[in-house]
């Protein structure tokens, strides 16, 4: 055993450094350093299911404001409704000064957000929950209207002369994901809602790719996330569909497959600026007494990467920012 | 495999696990030849064949490992683990695929090792054992991503030296006519095949039937129980690594939260295909057909354009009947 390591650590000290393609040497003086601390604490609870492309920017985006406004930040995340109400409980009972978190399940989390708010803590939602942020007492709102961006989608295909999308739901049961496929049929009545494995990329070709073969009318692919949209793009080419793709959602090879024109466009709701916004709301409200959004919700999407602005957002995506 | 000989020839016949299973998949492929039009083209069986096949070859040695009587749930997970060491340490290093190949199978050998190794050592039950090791994989998965990339799902790798290499290997296909052949379906087979002569041929495959049925007895009659079984722990992990390389060199990057569930996806081929969860009973063409009833009953119900809300449903019903066609296909020709 012990010759077979040395073995291979020789092969790779002789291999090292002879490949192009890897990860570019960050530059030595980047990283911004962080600002004086301003001695508040915010905890930012969130439904992540872990290993979510979408999830780790809006972390990011918190992180970053964090950052800038010298936030002394505590992130959780548990996808199970009554552990998430447990996580924003805890955050109650530390004594933060404020919490950001998102109410996608709000009967669940009504009563540790109304304990927060009773505790004089400000609660600021985001990404989830813009119908009902308000009646639980949060004081400002920071997302995207899953049903309007699935709308905005659905007049865009209907402009473009759609007959039959099918909207592919990777995620059994999210409601988010229904009220997209919603607003999307909404706008294109013959829209068809498929069911896949989000977690198998092999299982989301191969059912797409039998969608296809079934029903050749199918002219539009609408895919709720981008590692979603790259397995479609495979599918397609499998089951050599005409069909176009659109998504939801940006992530880095996802904006290459724009500018590549292998996906038309996707809808952007910005996660980033979710997270950033949300602590730096909080920071502003902590500080100042400042209320954005004038009493309604602040809109981070949905907003259109394609052909037309890509050469703008692909580094950004590359920096995991958008 | 049954050795018993007070049985007729039709018995005997039915009493072979793999009989049940290609009973209820002939049934089930009946079914959807007559429900779904889009099923009867040989386009579509080879969709199937493939999605059998990234299930399958993985369930080739889960079914083994729970002939020889103990579980491995890590093995979901490690196919992710195989491909994130593969493309995070050549991507971070710039160093050549083929090296962070070589790499990635021995870290996942190493894997199965451990598992093997603790679960002898301990005599902890292999279900906690690789429970732990799930875990922990899931989370190493997570975290080493984040650290390398800045996010979770790893870099791009097509531009790294090796790329078209490996992928010939682990992810090419070649057309006959308009149907598109995976070669992962043809290394499939062959490891089906090899399977399926290791257990029923060689002095190992009964050491296997041994050490599943009865251990300490096993051990008296002079079989190398530990060696046997942690060898079957390293040979899940070898078709976990072989089936990250293939998602690897086909989708370029991977999502590190992937995987999780599929290891029951494996067990579930597996007991469909006539393999006792209590061990010792069971056989390589057995599972391959089990993989191949999962494989057809979530694409057929696609291919049928029913509504996708009840597919679970539909798959637990379909796997259920499945299982008791083979139960009482068993019982009647063992009576």
Known sequence: MNRLVVAGAA???????????????????????????????????????PGDTFWDKVRAGAEQAAIDTGVDLKYSNDPDAGKQATLIQQAVDSKVQGIATTLVTPEALAGSVKAATGAGIPVVGLNAGIEQYKELGA?????????????????????????????????????????????VKSKVAATENLQVNGA??????????????????????????????LDAVQAKEQASSPAKLVTFDLNKEMAQAIKDGKVEFAIDQQPYAQGYMAVTSLYLYLKNGNDLGGGGPVLTGPSFVDSSNIDTILPFTEKNTR | MSRSTSM????????????????????????FLAVA???RSAGSLFTVLYQSSTIGIVAVGVGMLMIGGEFDLSAGVIVTSAGLVNSLFCWYFGVNLWIGALLSLLFCLAVGFLNGWLVMRTGIPSFLITLGTFFVLQGVNLGVTKLVTGSVSSTDIADIDGFSSLQAVFASSFGIGDVTVWTIVLFWFFF??????????????????????????ARAVGVPVVR????????????????????????????????VGNEFLYIIAAVVGGTLLTGGFGNAIGVAIGAFIFGMTSLGIVYAGWDPNWFRAFLGVMLLLA???NHYARKWGSR
């Not at chain 1, 920071?142 to 739901?169: M, N, Q, W, Y």
Request: aromatic letters at 8%; a negative charge.
């Open chain 2, 37 to 39: 039009p889009a099923f």
């Open chain 2, 323 to 325: 299982v008791l066609v």
């Open chain 1, 200 to 229: 198998d990329d092999a299982a989301v070709t191969t059912a797409l790719q039998a969608k296809l073969a079934q029903d050749s009318s199918i002219d539009y692919i609408v895919t709720l996330g981008a590692p979603v949209a």
């Open chain 2, 192 to 217: 089906v095949a090899l399977s399926a002569w290791i257990l029923q041929r060689t002095r190992p495959g009964n050491w296997i039937y041994a050490v599943g049925g009865a251990a300490e007895s």
């Open chain 1, 11 to 49: 092969i790779l000290l002789l291999a090292a450094g002879c490949s192009e393609g890897g990860r570019e040497e960050p530059d030595a003086n980047e990283g911004s350093a962080a600002k004086q601390s301003s001695g508040y604490t915010i905890a930012f609870v969130t439904h992540e299911r």
């Open chain 1, 139 to 183: 004081l400002m709102y920071f997302g995207s209207d899953e049903t309007l961006a699935g709308e905005s989608i659905g007049e865009r295909l209907a402009t473009a002369g759609a007959k039959h999308p099918i909207c592919v739901i990777h995620q059994q049961g999210s409601v988010a994901l229904e009220a997209r496929c919603a607003g």
């Open chain 2, 228 to 259: 046997t079984k942690i060898s079957l722990f390293v040979t899940v992990s070898f078709l976990g690594w072989f089936v990250g390389m293939h998602n690897l060199y086909r989708f370029n990057t991977l999502q590190a939260g992937n995987g």
């Open chain 2, 8 to 31: 007729g020839r039709a018995g005997r016949l039915l009493a072979r696990p793999e009989v049940g299973a290609l009973v209820a998949a002939v049934a089930i492929f009946l079914f």
